[in-house]
Each structure stands twice: as structure tokens, then as C-alpha cells.
């Protein structure tokens, strides 16, 4: 009987669930799988999905086949179920972000930068030019409703108010609509 080969017994070493022998495989052939999954993953989801993460759940699914499936006859075939793996990966990866209405990429729109947001930080000298007009626009309204808009700006809700104030709910919806219009709003 003819001495099995080096790949025969990194195989069988694998059917065995042999440590040595998975680190062998995912170190002679993790490069050309990870080259793999770049090539196959859709060039906009590159900037959001890690190639070496999906070459995990690549690794993931082979290791966790059972032994006996575990019959490749060369590295060639090995690579060939290796591929196929990380192809139907990244398929559903991209399904999972195009196909669904809820994570399709296609609606995201960028985030605020870091100077959107500084820029739109309040300063102290915007807090007093809001309070100035807070206090022109409830200055409009007779003093049985300026209490109702303090309720407002104290964060309680239409129905809240109401019954603090001891009026109608549309009184407060009637109040409420005044001070839109006059905001512009």
C-alpha cells in the first residue's frame, strides 16, 4: 500500500478534528480565501463588512461539516468547496443588505460629520435668543393660556395639561396650534 500523501493526511488529521490540522488548512489556505470573499463581496458592502470576519463564518461552516464530507482529493477540491462556502456568503450577505426593504443599503444616507454636529451645537447665546422669543411669542396670549404654555415647555403632554389646567383637551390642541402658527411652524 503506497504512503498517503501530505494532503491525504492533513485530511484525515481534519476527519480526526485534529488542532494541528486546522491550523494547518487555515494557514496554507486562508489567503486565497480571504482574496476570495474580497473578490465576491459587492464592492459597496467592502466598506461595511470586515473580509476577514466572513472568512470566519467561512472557516465556521467547513469546520463545522461532518467528518465524513470531509473527503477532498487534492488542495484543488479543497479550494473549490472553499469557494463555493465564501461564494454563497457573500450572496447572502448581499441579499440580506439588497433584498429587504428594512437593511437594503440603497436607503441609508450618510451620517452628520464631526463638523455638522459642532456646527450645530448650541451656544449660550442661542439659549438666550430662544428664551427672547419664547418669551415674545407667549406674550401674545392671554394669561389663562400662558399657563397652559408653560405646562408645554415643561414637556407634559396635550391630556397632561388638560387636566392640570382643569380645560378641554382642544382648548390645549386649540393653544397649541396658536403658537405654531405664530412660530411659523
Known sequence: MP?????????????AGDP????????R????????????????????????????????SFL???????NFTDPNSLLAFLEQVAYHRTVEVFR???G???????????GETDATAVATTPTPSMFVAAADEWDAMVRQFPPGHRVILQRLKEGYDNAEIAR???????TVNRVVRRLKDIAGE
Do not use: C
Open 164 to 170: 392640570m389646567a382643569n380645560v378641554s383637551l382642544s
Open 29 to 60: 489556505y486562508g489567503a486565497y480565501l480571504r482574496a476570495t470573499v474580497r473578490r465576491r463581496l459587492h464592492p459597496s458592502l467592502r466598506t461595511r463588512y470586515d473580509s476577514l470576519d466572513m472568512v470566519q463564518d467561512v472557516w465556521a
Open 96 to 98: 440580506h443588505r439588497f
Open 3 to 15: 504512503e498517503p500523501s501530505e494532503f491525504e493526511r492533513l485530511v484525515a488529521g481534519l476527519r
Open 100 to 110: 429587504t426593504q428594512k437593511d437594503d443599503i440603497a436607503r441609508e444616507t450618510p
Open 64 to 70: 463545522a461539516l461532518a467528518p465524513e464530507r470531509l
Open 20 to 27: 494541528t490540522a486546522v491550523t494547518e488548512v487555515t494557514r
